[in-house]
C-alpha cells in the first residue's frame, strides 16, 4: 500500500477570509490525491499587520512555522503572499531559507530565488479592469496605490498596471502613483495622492484592503467613489461586496490557486523545478467603477447564455465552472450540479414555452435548500439570476409574462437572502457553542483542580461535537518563556497531556506522556488509517507559552480551532495560578524543615518505572531538582546523561516484545552498574533513560562514556543473545546551583546523543 503523503501548508490568520478559502482548497486537493493535510497557522513575518488593534505578543503564533521537519512532511506550501506581504524580500528569502531542506513552493508570490511559486496572473485581471474603466466609462486619468516598494507582488501588480495604461495610449507619471502597505491603513496616502495630482477620472487599488481606506480619504475631500472618482481594487476579498458602494475589482480565488498547485504535490516534489505557476484573474464588475448594477451583456456572452432560445443546454455547463470553480471537480459537488442542472432545464421550458412555473419553483427551492451556499456565493447566485432573468425577458417578448417572471425571479432573491441569513446563524450558533462548551469545562475544572494534578484531559472533553474528530494537548516541560526577539529554540520532545476522539478522552501514562516534537502528528494515538487533515494552533498568554493543540477537523470547521485554542490558553493559566497558590498554600503550613524532609522521604515505589524499577519521568525530574538544589551540593560539579536504545525497534520486530522489554531492563542495569548508588537513574519513556550524578573534578566524560562502553560488553555476553544491546549517550556537564534548568541540560544533553546517533547511522547504514 503506497504511502500517502504528508503536505504540510503555512498560513497566516486562518480567520482571514482569503486564507481560509486558500486553506479548503488545498485540502480538497489534498483529498483527491490521498494526501494527508497538516495547516500551521502563524501569523505575518516584517511588519505587524496594522488591522489589529494589539499585535504585542504575534510573533507567538510563529513558532508553529518551527514544527515541519524533514522526518514529518514530504512538502511545504507557504502562503508567501500573505506571510510575508509586510515584510520585503530578503526577509522572505530568510525566512523559507530556514525551513527544512525538502521541496517548498511559494503561493500567491514569485518573490523567492530558487523556489516554484503558483500565483495570481496579475496582468490578466488588471487589463480586464482597465479596459472596462478606459472603454466603457471613458476614464483616461487613472491613478494607481500600489503595495510595498520592496513587495513583489506589488512590483508586478505595478508593472502589469503600467504597461496596459502605455498600451491603450494613455499619459501615467510618478505624480499619480502612491505606495501603501496592503492593509486599510491608506487613508494618508490617498489624501496626499488626490492633494498633490488633483481629482482623477479613476482610482486603482493594488488590493481590496486599501481601498476600505481609500473610501474615507475619497469622500473626505468632497468626492463620491462611484460617481466622482470611480474606484476598483484587486482580491475580490470578503468584504468587497458589502462597500458602499460596493468595489468592483479582480476575483483571484485563493482556493483555486492552492487547488492547482496542491494536485500538483507529486510532480513538485520529483521534478524539483522551480518554475512559476499562474492562474487566471477576472474582472468582478460592481458599481464602485460607475456600472448602475450587473454588466448583463457580458455576463450573458461569458456563461453563453444567450444559447438557450436555441435550445442549447451548453450554458449549463459554463454555469456550474462559474458557480462552483475549483470545487466543480469535487464528488461532493455532483449532486449539487444535478440540482442545479434541473432547475436550468425547467426554466428554460418556462422561458421558451407556456408550461406553468411550479417546476421551475420546485427545482429553484430544491436547490437553495441543498449545501450550494456552502460551495457558491450569493452574490454569484444572484449574477446568474439577473442574467437568466435578462435572458427571459429577449425570449419571451411578452409583457404579462415578464411581469411573471420579475415576481418569479423577485421571490428566488428574497429566498437566497434568507438561506444567507440562516447560514450565517448557524455559524455563529456554532462558535457561540464552542465558547460555551470550553467556558463549561474550564468552570468544572476549577472546582476539581484543587490539591490535585492539573485534569488536562477535561479540557478536551466535548470538542468532537464541534468539529474536532481527533485532538491533542501537547505541553512543554517546565516553564517556557518566549520573549520578542529573543532566540527561543523549540524543545525536541514534549509531553502529550491528553488526547481525545469520538470514543472519549485519555491520559496517557506518564511513560507514556513524552513525545519527539517531529512525531506529534504522527505517534502510536494518533489514528492514521484515514487521511488526516489536521491544524497545529500555539497555547499562549502573553510571553508564556504553554504547548500546541492539534485537531483533526473538516475544513468548514476551521474557525473553531482559534477560539478553543485562545480559551484553552486562559484555562490553562488560570490553572497553573491555582496550582501555584496550592503549593504556596501547602509551604504555608509546613515549616521549611519538615517540608525538606517530607520531600527526601519520596519512596521510590511511587515515583518508580513499572518495567525497570528506575525512577519514572516525574520521580527523576523531582529526585534530581532536589539534589541539585540542596545546599551540601552547591558549586558541586555534576553530569547529566542523556542514553538512548540503539535498535529498539528492530529487536522488536524481529525477535518479539519480550526481547525487546528484556534489552530495555538490560539497559536500566547497565546504567545502574556504571554509577553508584547515590545517582538519580530513570526512565523518561519508551528507549530514553537519563542520569544525574555529582562528580569529582577528576571524572571526565570519555571516561564515563568508556566505563558504560565496558560494562555494556559484559552485559552482553552474559545474556547471550542473537542481537547487541546498546546505547547511545549525551553528557552535560554543569555546577549545581538553585538557578540551574534541568529541562534546558537535558536539551543539551539530547542534542549531544543525537550527533553520536548520526555519526553511527553515517558509519554504519543503521546503528551498527
Not at 477620472?201 to 472618482?229: C, H, Q, W
Not at 415578464?402 to 421571490?411: R, V
Not at 491528553?498 to 507514556?512: C, F, I, S
Request: glycine share 6%; with cysteine.
Amino acid at each position: 500500500m503506497r504511502r500517502r503523503l504528508n503536505i504540510g501548508l503555512l498560513i497566516d490568520d486562518p480567520n482571514n477570509y482569503f486564507t481560509s478559502q486558500a486553506c479548503k482548497g488545498a485540502d480538497l486537493a489534498a483529498k483527491a490525491i490521498d494526501a494527508n493535510l497538516f495547516i500551521f497557522p502563524g501569523h505575518y513575518i516584517g511588519k505587524p499587520d496594522g488591522r489589529f488593534e494589539s499585535t504585542e505578543f504575534e510573533y507567538q503564533y510563529n513558532v508553529v512555522f518551527d514544527l515541519p521537519t524533514e522526518q514529518n512532511m514530504d512538502i511545504l506550501y507557504v502562503l508567501m503572499g500573505t506571510i510575508g506581504s509586510r515584510a520585503d524580500r530578503k526577509v522572505q528569502q530568510a525566512f523559507v531559507d530556514a525551513l527544512p531542506r525538502i521541496p517548498i513552493v511559494s503561493l500567491f508570490s514569485s518573490n523567492l530565488q530558487g523556489y516554484p511559486s503558483v500565483m495570481f496572473d496579475n496582468k490578466s485581471g488588471l487589463e480586464r479592469v482597465l479596459k472596462h474603466l478606459i472603454l466603457k466609462h471613458g476614464a483616461k486619468d487613472i491613478c494607481y496605490v500600489s503595495g510595498p516598494e520592496t513587495n513583489r507582488d506589488a512590483i508586478e501588480r505595478f508593472e502589469a498596471f503600467k504597461q496596459i495604461i502605455e498600451s491603450e495610449g494613455l499619459h501615467f507619471d510618478d505624480s499619480q502613483i502612491v505606495y501603501g502597505d496592503f492593509t486599510e491603513d491608506s487613508y494618508d496616502i490617498v489624501d496626499q495622492l488626490l492633494a498633490a495630482h488633483g481629482k482623477p477620472d479613476a482610482i486603482v487599488f493594488a488590493n481590496d484592503s486599501m481601498a476600505l481606506g481609500g473610501y474615507k480619504a475619497i469622500e473626505d475631500r468632497g468626492y463620491t467613489p462611484g460617481k466622482d472618482i470611480l474606484v476598483a481594487g484587486f482580491d475580490d476579498d470578503i468584504f468587497a461586496a458589502s462597500m458602499t458602494p460596493p468595489l468592483t475589482t479582480v476575483e483571484a480565488s485563493s482556493a483555486d490557486l492552492t487547488y492547482k498547485a496542491v494536485l500538483a504535490a507529486e510532480d513538485f516534489i520529483k521534478s524539483g523545478k522551480t518554475d512559476k505557476i499562474e492562474v487566471e484573474t477576472f474582472l468582478v464588475q460592481r458599481s464602485s467603477c460607475g456600472c448602475e448594477g450587473l454588466d448583463v451583456e457580458d455576463m450573458r456572452t461569458r456563461l453563453h447564455i444567450d444559447r438557450i432560445r436555441s435550445g442549447d443546454k451548453s450554458f449549463i455547463t459554463s454555469l456550474e465552472k462559474y458557480l462552483f470553480g475549483v470545487f466543480d471537480d469535487d464528488d461532493n459537488t455532483s449532486a449539487l450540479k444535478k440540482t442545479l442542472e434541473e432547475f436550468c432545464n425547467q426554466y428554460s421550458n418556462y422561458i421558451l414555452t407556456s408550461e406553468h412555473r411550479d417546476r421551475v419553483d420546485r427545482a429553484f427551492r430544491k436547490l437553495v435548500n441543498s449545501d450550494v451556499l456552502l460551495y457558491v456565493s450569493t452574490e454569484r447566485l444572484f449574477n446568474v439570476l439577473q442574467t437568466l432573468q435578462n435572458e427571459g425577458v429577449l425570449a419571451t417578448q411578452d409583457n404579462l409574462k415578464n411581469i411573471a417572471l420579475d415576481d418569479m425571479i423577485s421571490e428566488y432573491y428574497r429566498l437566497l437572502s434568507l438561506k444567507g441569513l440562516n447560514i450565517i446563524s448557524a455559524n455563529m450558533s456554532k462558535r457561540d457553542r464552542v465558547s460555551r462548551l470550553v467556558n463549561k469545562q474550564t468552570g468544572s475544572i476549577f472546582i476539581m483542580s484543587h490539591g490535585r494534578d492539573i485534569p488536562y484531559n477535561m479540557l478536551l472533553e466535548g470538542l468532537d461535537a464541534v468539529g474536532f474528530s481527533q485532538s491533542f494537548m501537547y505541553m512543554f516541560q517546565g516553564n517556557q518563556k518566549h520573549v520578542a526577539g529573543d532566540n527561543w529554540k523549540l524543545p525536541k520532545s514534549m509531553l502529550l497531556k491528553a488526547y481525545a476522539d469520538k470514543n472519549g478522552v485519555y491520559t496517557p501514562t506518564e511513560e507514556l506522556q513524552l513525545v519527539r516534537t517531529e512525531k506529534l502528528f504522527s505517534h502510536e494515538f494518533v489514528k492514521t488509517d484515514h487521511r488526516l487533515t489536521m491544524t497545529v494552533f500555539p497555547l499562549f498568554v502573553g510571553d508564556d507559552l504553554y504547548g500546541f493543540i492539534v485537531n483533526e477537523l473538516d475544513m468548514n470547521d476551521l474557525q473553531n480551532v482559534s477560539v478553543v485554542a485562545y480559551q484553552l490558553s486562559v484555562s490553562i493559566k488560570s490553572l497553573l495560578m491555582i496550582e501555584e497558590q496550592d503549593k504556596v498554600k501547602r509551604e504555608l503550613q509546613n515549616s521549611l524543615e519538615q517540608f525538606m524532609r517530607d520531600n527526601s522521604l519520596l519512596t521510590k515505589e511511587a515515583k518508580s518505572d513499572e518495567l525497570t524499577g528506575l525512577y519514572n519521568r516525574r520521580g527523576f525530574l523531582e529526585f534530581t531538582q532536589k539534589a541539585i538544589t540542596d545546599p551540601i551540593n552547591r558549586g558541586k560539579r555534576a553530569i547529566v546523561c542523556y542514553a538512548d536504545m540503539d535498535n529498539l525497534k528492530m529487536v522488536n520486530d524481529k525477535f518479539g516484545h519480550d526481547d525487546g522489554d528484556f534489552a530495555l531492563r538490560e539497559i536500566a542495569s547497565i546504567l545502574t552498574d556504571t554509577f553508584r548508588s547515590t545517582d538519580v537513574v530513570g526512565r523518561l519513556g519508551g528507549d530514553e533513560f537519563v542520569v544525574f550524578a555529582v562528580v569529582g573534578d577528576d571524572i571526565t566524560e570519555e571516561a564515563i562514556k568508556a566505563r558504560i562502553d565496558h560494562i555494556t560488553v559484559e552485559h552482553n555476553e552474559a545474556a547471550g543473545k542473537p542481537y547487541p544491546i546498546e546505547m547511545s549517550t549525551g553528557l552535560c556537564e554543569f555546577i549545581c546551583s538553585d538557578s540551574i534548568d534541568i529541562f534546558a541540560l537535558l536539551e543539551q544533553a539530547d542534542e549531544k546523543l543525537y550527533i553520536e546517533k548520526s555519526i553511527k547511522k553515517a558509519k554504519n547504514g543503521s546503528y551498527r
